[in-house]
């Protein structure tokens, strides 16, 4: 499947592109992970979306090998369900596009919104990649 941009597709047809690793590499961007995580809390609630958030990353990598320049990190997905899922909850569930959610949830954008809370040494260790990990410069809101 081609797309000019995720942004381009529906929820349902970003989902699936994302489910069977046809959203090109090029497109999973940090807004896609932010979009993905949003329709699965807000479809699934936190406790059941997180393992399906969490293994269908690893499914995307697995099936992008060779594509991807990063491999999967447990500490960094599990602190950007738990960003999610909080703004979700400050939003009362309001937002009913994603493009409305990140409209009113700007620091989920942040390119610095990880590096608040952990120092690089901490979150790109291996101990990260396989286990969550508190923050260790700012605790989780």
Same mark, same amino acid.
């Given at each position: 499947? /081609?797309?000019?941009?995720?942004?381009?597709?529906?929820?349902?047809?970003?989902?699936?592109?994302?489910?069977?690793?046809?959203?090109?590499?090029?497109?999973?961007?940090?807004?896609?992970?932010?979009?993905?995580?949003?329709?699965?809390?807000?479809?699934?609630?936190?406790?059941?979306?997180?393992?399906?958030?969490?293994?269908?990353?690893?499914?995307?990598?697995?099936?992008? !090998?060779?594509?991807?320049?990063?491999? !999967?990190?447990?500490?960094?997905?599990?602190?950007?369900?738990?960003?999610?899922?909080?703004?979700?909850?400050?939003?009362?569930?309001?937002?009913?596009?994603?493009?409305?959610? /990140?409209?009113?949830?700007?620091? /989920?954008?942040?390119?610095?919104?990880?590096?608040?809370? !952990?120092?690089?040494?901490?979150?790109?260790?291996?101990?990260?990649?396989?286990?969550?990990?508190?923050?260790? /410069?700012?605790?989780?809101?």
């Amino acid at each position: 499947m /081609l797309f000019r941009s995720y942004r381009s597709i529906g929820d349902e047809t970003f989902i699936r592109a994302f489910e069977t690793a046809t959203l090109g590499y090029e497109e999973w961007t940090h807004e896609a992970h932010l979009r993905m995580a949003w329709n699965y809390l807000t479809l699934h609630g936190k406790d059941k979306a997180t393992p399906i958030i969490r293994q269908g990353i690893r499914n995307y990598i697995d099936q992008n !090998y060779g594509k991807v320049k990063n491999v !999967y990190n447990e500490t960094i997905t599990m602190f950007f369900i738990h960003m999610v899922h909080t703004a979700i909850e400050l939003t009362n569930s309001s937002c009913r596009t994603f493009e409305e959610f /990140l409209e009113a949830c700007p620091h /989920l954008s942040d390119p610095q919104l990880l590096s608040h809370h !952990y120092s690089l040494s901490r979150v790109h260790s291996s101990e990260a990649r396989n286990d969550w990990l508190e923050p260790d /410069l700012k605790p989780l809101p």
